[in-house]
């Protein structure tokens, strides 16, 4: 099934989700035009640019335009809850995903990051150690960055052991402000500033809930 996709203006900016039988495939975190959002969906068509999508009008490949569907209930129901997650209102998140397009190593990291809780931090080093072993952090930071359906996998959520925020597909200052929206933006900061904190919260990192 050809992947539908829905772009949409938030107080963020545009976003964008793609839906195939699965469920959601693909989502586009805030970006500054609606343009550079269909350019990251499946079934763009750069042929597409200068006919306008409107707000909330969902597309197939090329542009076509689909109805009644699973995918489009999927959308909507993706699109309102993202809208409830990003004004602060809601905190899960329980629409159909499709990771399928993910290798098996991605898919594990995947599912790790899935159960880390909102208002929570891990660090890659924790999330490696679920996954095989601290020696594939690096791996790990490599299936965050293939990711593709950010805040559903809370990649987020994922930081360095320092309590620095690393990096970020969807931009650090997004990731930051996704940690502000959760509230543990500020932990981070003033583990950051005193030294003598850093220990504790490794620890806290790397611990079971």
Excluded at 5 to 32: D, H, Q
Excluded at 63 to 89: D, E, F, M, P, W
Excluded at 104 to 126: E, T
Excluded at 141 to 153: C, D, R, S, W
Aim: glycine share 12%; net charge positive; charged share 25%.
């Amino acid at each position: 099934m050809t992947p539908r996709s829905l772009v949409y203006e938030t107080a963020w900016g545009w976003m964008g989700i793609a839906a195939a039988a699965g469920g959601v495939c693909k989502i586009v975190l805030p970006r500054a035009s609606r343009h550079a959002v269909e350019k990251e969906l499946p079934g763009h068509d750069s042929r597409l640019h200068n006919e306008p999508v409107a707000r909330g009008t969902w597309r197939g490949a090329r542009g076509r335009k689909h109805g009644g569907s699973v995918s489009k209930r999927t959308l909507q129901q993706a699109q309102q809850q993202l809208a409830a997650y990003l004004i602060g209102r809601r905190r899960e998140l329980d629409f159909a995903v499709d990771l399928s397009e993910g290798t098996a190593f991605q898919r594990r990291v995947w599912r790790v990051i899935r159960r880390i809780p909102y208002g929570r931090v891990r660090s890659y080093k924790w999330v490696a150690s679920r996954v095989g072993g601290a020696h594939y952090a690096r791996a790990v930071g490599h299936a965050l960055g293939a990711n593709p359906v950010p805040i559903i996998v809370p990649c987020h959520r994922v930081v360095a052991h320092d309590a620095s925020l690393g990096g970020f597909t969807g931009g650090v200052q997004i990731k930051r402000r996704l940690l502000e929206l959760e509230g543990t933006l500020r932990q981070l900061g003033k583990t950051r500033r005193h030294s003598s904190l850093v220990y504790r919260f490794s620890s806290r990192l790397t611990s079971d809930d």
